[in-house]
């Protein structure tokens, strides 16, 4: 259910939506926060193309902003009601918690939003021969 072949597995992995066998950034650290975006130009696999229009990875920037959310009610929700933190300590806990989390989203956002497009393919070696 997570494993190769799953929407999942490309969405946490980073890697080839379409075939699953390599990493979509040139650079896996995620702390290496000047090449956090640094992509190859297609999958040397399945030559699936990456950014498959200009500006393609803009619409990652709405699902940025949902992780975001998500990540700030989740950090409220666990601050406020299971450690009993007042509202300015809970408000505190979601920036620290925005900022320690900044370079997963940003990943996780384009690999969100490419995933919406390109499905994977098992039989991909296939279609590469035609």
């Known amino acids: 259910?997570?494993?190769k072949g799953s929407k999942i597995y490309a969405m946490i992995t980073g890697c080839c939506?379409?075939?699953?066998?390599?990493?979509?950034?040139?650079?896996?650290n995620l702390f290496n926060v000047l090449k956090i975006y640094a992509m190859h130009e297609r999958c040397s696999h399945c030559k699936q193309v990456y950014k498959i229009e200009p500006s393609?990875?803009?619409?990652?920037?709405?699902?940025?902003?949902?992780?975001g959310v998500l990540i700030?009610?989740?950090?409220?929700l666990v601050s406020h009601f299971v450690f009993q933190a007042n509202l300015k300590t809970s408000f505190?806990?979601?920036?620290v918690s925005l900022i320690l989390c900044n370079t997963l989203i940003m990943r996780w956002s384009?690999?969100?939003w490419i995933n919406i497009f390109v499905h994977f393919d098992k039989n991909w070696k296939e279609h590469l021969s035609k």
């Open 17 to 28: 939506p379409k075939c699953h066998e390599e990493s979509m950034y040139l650079n896996a």
């Open 72 to 76: 700030g009610i989740i950090t409220f």
């Open 56 to 67: 393609f990875f803009f619409g990652a920037m709405f699902v940025s902003y949902g992780l």
């Open 110 to 112: 384009r690999n969100i």
């Open 1 to 3: 259910m997570f494993g």
């Open 92 to 95: 505190i806990a979601i920036v």
